[in-house]
């Protein structure tokens, strides 16, 4: 196939999706001074080194049009669905135009952004949750290679929780 996984910055996600970078910034933007260590400290982990670069977040290209975006983000705590004590894990995440479904794009794309976070922090578990009506996603998660671990409710609806680790070789 002839996808191309470009890593990107938030700013360019955003105004392909919302408007104008004035407006991005106006709706993104946060306020108030970090005035707490632990804070500072999760902000400086969370804010990449290259301003309008965040790591995981990547745009797929095809032919020189935006098709989608596929995500690596750290998964909210609070969310049912975890594979580490800690919580925190790395959130497969994935969004594609209606015109770039059924092409095999997502797959290819994801599996790229797999084995970039595998070179990138190796070791460590990758989780997905979808849906379980969703049948397009629950094929993907099969042929990407991760696993299920549970299902519970959230959205209303059943949902779908699974994990992939590169050190561990998918059945």
């Not at 800690?86 to 084995?115: I, Q, R, T, V």
Request: hydrophobic residues 40%; glycine residues 10%; aromatic residues 8%.
């Amino acid at each position: 196939m002839e996808v191309d996984l470009q890593e990107v910055g938030h700013e360019e996600v955003y105004a392909e999706h919302a408007g104008t970078d004035e407006e991005v910034g106006q709706e993104h933007a946060g306020t108030g001074a970090v005035e707490d260590h632990a804070q500072r400290e999760e902000l400086e982990r969370a804010v990449p080194e290259v301003p309008g670069r965040r790591p995981g977040l990547f745009v797929i290209d095809l032919d020189g049009a935006m098709v989608g975006t596929v995500s690596l983000d750290r998964r909210d705590a609070e969310r049912p669905g975890h594979v580490r004590p800690d919580a925190g894990e790395a959130e497969l995440g994935y969004m594609f135009l209606p015109k770039a479904w059924g092409c095999g794009y997502a797959a290819e794309a994801c599996a790229a952004a797999l084995d970039w976070f595998a070179d990138t922090l190796p070791s460590e578990p990758v989780v997905l949750c979808t849906q379980t009506a969703n049948d397009r996603s629950m094929r993907l998660a099969a042929k990407l290679g991760f696993a299920e671990v549970e299902r519970f409710e959230e959205f209303g609806a059943e949902q779908w929780f699974g994990v992939w680790s590169s050190v561990t070789p998918s059945a």
